[in-house]
């Protein structure tokens, strides 16, 4: 069941994870679980458009950079500081889990604390957003927005510390976002092509049209019969991180060795890093055959949703950002009290 929830709010993540060009988001993660094997108790990510640049986590207990433009920008005690920090938000998290527990009547099982705050910049209107959620074993327990338009501001939710929590989200948070932006402009619009290669196991087996190593994350990957295009008997697989930080997708197609002989097959893939599209031809010259290619295609799924897991644990985001935009908030708590005011999104050890 764990396994199943952490893949649909992958799925979820992938969905929802394609912003428009002109808004720059800041977010940051801190979950804490009980009666999750394998896993640190306790991460922390912040991530600017998606990608991860600071991580803490329980096992290894210090906050490191995950992009070369945060080490760069950054003074020489920043990490220590900010591990520090990230040591007494764990405290605070596990201790409210242990509260959450008892106010629930909970002696054992999974449970997690999960806290998203951050914010979201619109470089062509100026628009700025804020927002902290609290989430306890995937409902709402306490909730926050803020958004700024022109001079106008509206707010809704409550909170302690509400002129607290307003000025570092819409003013600090959107402060260290263009900042953040401007450093990591480099990574940020990169664009890196794909690598495609045609795929089987054996001449019965569906052909698999196979991209990976590109960057953003947004692509086409489509199948065409005598140049139409083909929607039957295709199978477009998820789009999954590579360690690297590139992205990798594949798409299926199930075609007799007699059809390929008497019909054009080909996959045409489409990326903003290409300046023409990359076609390749369903035939014998093109198709890369290896026995063991399920297994190899498993290992890569395996490897990409760990990395997604435990370096970002930005399905955590995947999740409140789903609930979001569909209006969804199902519990709520008259005791705002019950959390620790102490790991609320203004004092992260994330900044």
């Known amino acids: 069941m764990v396994k199943m929830e952490w893949k649909l709010v992958l799925l979820i993540l992938y969905h929802v994870s394609c912003t428009f060009a002109a808004i720059n988001t800041m977010q940051f993660v801190c979950t804490a679980t009980s009666g999750v094997p394998d896993i640190p108790e306790f991460v922390c990510v912040g991530m600017v458009d998606g990608n991860p640049f600071s991580y ?3 096992n290894i207990r210090r906050m490191i950079p995950k992009q070369e433009w945060k080490s760069n920008e950054v003074d020489p005690h920043y990490f220590e500081r900010s591990t520090h920090h990230c040591y007494k ?3 605070s998290f596990k201790n409210n889990i242990t509260l959450a527990m008892k106010q629930f009547n909970q002696t054992g099982g999974i449970h997690t604390l999960q806290n998203m705050f951050g914010c979201e910049w619109d470089d062509e209107t100026g628009s700025t957003e804020g927002y902290d959620w609290y989430g306890y074993d ?3 327990v306490q909730a926050y927005y803020v958004k700024k338009i022109g001079a106008q501001w509206t707010a809704t939710g409550s909170s302690a510390q509400t002129d607290f929590k307003k000025n570092f989200l819409v003013e600090q948070c959107i402060g260290l ?5 401007l450093h990591a402009k480099s990574t940020l619009k990169r664009k890196v092509p ?4 045609l795929l089987q196991k054996d001449p019965s087996s569906p052909v698999t049209c196979h991209a990976t190593g ?3 994350r947004g692509i086409s990957v489509s199948w065409q019969r005598d140049g139409e295009d083909l929607h039957e008997d295709v199978e477009l697989g998820e789009t999954l991180p590579n360690i690297d930080g590139t992205f990798q997708i594949r798409s299926s197609l199930r075609v007799s060795p007699e059809d390929m002989k008497i019909h054009k097959y080909t996959c045409t893939v489409q990326h903003s890093s290409l300046h023409q599209d990359v076609v390749k031809g369903l035939n014998e010259e093109e198709i890369k055959r290896n026995p063991d ?6 290992i890569t799924i395996v490897i990409g949703v760990v990395t997604a897991l ?3 644990v930005t399905a955590v985001i995947g999740f409140f950002v789903w609930k979001r935009k569909s209006g969804y908030s199902k519990a709520t708590t008259s005791d705002q009290g019950s959390l620790d005011s102490q790991s609320s999104g203004g004092d992260s050890c994330l900044e």
């Open 293 to 298: 290619f399920d297994n190899l295609h498993h």
């Open 310 to 312: 435990l370096l970002s």
């Open 138 to 140: 995937g409902e709402d």
């Open 89 to 91: 938000e764990e405290q």
């Open 194 to 197: 794909p690598e495609v290669a």
């Open 56 to 58: 803490y986590d329980s």
């Open 177 to 181: 976002l263009k900042n953040y932006v």
């Open 214 to 216: 590109f960057y953003p």
